[in-house]
């Protein structure tokens, strides 16, 4: 099973690169977050003409997640449905989850934050403990369950590009790490990190940062976790810069885990 994650900064604007990257690295399923488009806007049609399934919920210039996969999935759900919901913050558009091959995806796009003295921190800092509470449905010592997407946390210092630097942050710092440690300490063990342990390992670069991808001043905050019974079937991590130096690329790239079909 070939799973991938991309944040794709609006949908139809990845589109020709987002095709090409389908047909030359053939996942089984790839998700996407910050569609940025309403529902009747996604351009489905393109996708279905390639041979894909999409499975998508989205607003307007903002928020979205996507599933793209080969085959179709047996359950297809989206939010993290504890009635707790409020107008203009659905989780529906930050949480998309598939079964497909055994295996549980779930594909999130968390709150960025904005700023450490913002609502919109709080917010943050609320949705990974209402993940954390979702978890519970699941038995991460049994299940294949599989945690993907952008996270918006860097939670250890060699995930960005100068931890000092920009230390303490939306994205990196005290009460963001916490609150991410606490979501994976229920049962997820990081895959990408098994795979890549060096530093400058990234998977996105500043728009506003001169050259930040041939400088490599990054910062990993798209993840890919597993529970143990399929984190000890991953066979490889890629981080897959070509589309980062394409023509109007969007400032992450894509992310693509391997794991083998059995223990």
Request: aromatic share 12%.
């Amino acid at each position: 099973m070939r799973v991938a994650t991309f944040n794709c900064n609006s949908v139809r604007s990845r589109l020709g690169i987002l095709l090409d990257w389908l047909a030359a690295k053939s996942p089984d399923a790839l998700a996407l977050q910050e569609t940025k488009c309403v529902d009747a806007d996604f351009p489905a049609e393109a996708f279905l003409r390639a041979g894909w399934k999409v499975f998508f919920r989205g607003e307007k210039a903002y928020n979205g997640v996507a599933w793209i996969t080969r085959a179709e999935p047996s359950e297809v759900a989206f939010g993290l449905e504890d009635g707790r919901d409020e107008p203009g913050r659905d989780s529906a558009v930050r949480l998309a989850r598939i079964s497909l091959g055994g295996l549980r995806l779930l594909n999130a796009y968390v709150p960025q934050g904005e700023a450490l003295d913002s609502p919109k921190f709080r917010f943050k800092l609320d949705w990974l403990a209402r993940f954390r509470r979702f978890l519970d449905r699941f038995d991460p010592r049994r299940d294949p369950v599989l945690w993907v997407g952008d996270l918006n946390v860097a939670p250890e210092p060699r995930d960005v590009w100068d931890s000092k630097k920009v230390w303490p942050h939306v994205c990196h710092g005290p009460e963001v790490c916490e609150a991410f440690a606490a979501a994976t300490a229920w049962g997820f063990e990081d895959v990408l990190r098994k795979h890549l342990p060096g530093d400058g390992v990234f998977t996105f670069w500043d728009y506003r940062v001169p050259r930040a991808l041939d400088r490599n001043l990054g910062w990993r905050i798209d993840h890919v976790l597993a529970t143990p019974p399929l984190a000890a079937r991953s066979r490889s991590v890629e981080i897959d810069l070509e589309p980062r130096r394409r023509e109007k690329p969007s400032d992450h790239t894509f992310v693509l885990a391997e794991f083998a079909d059995h223990a």
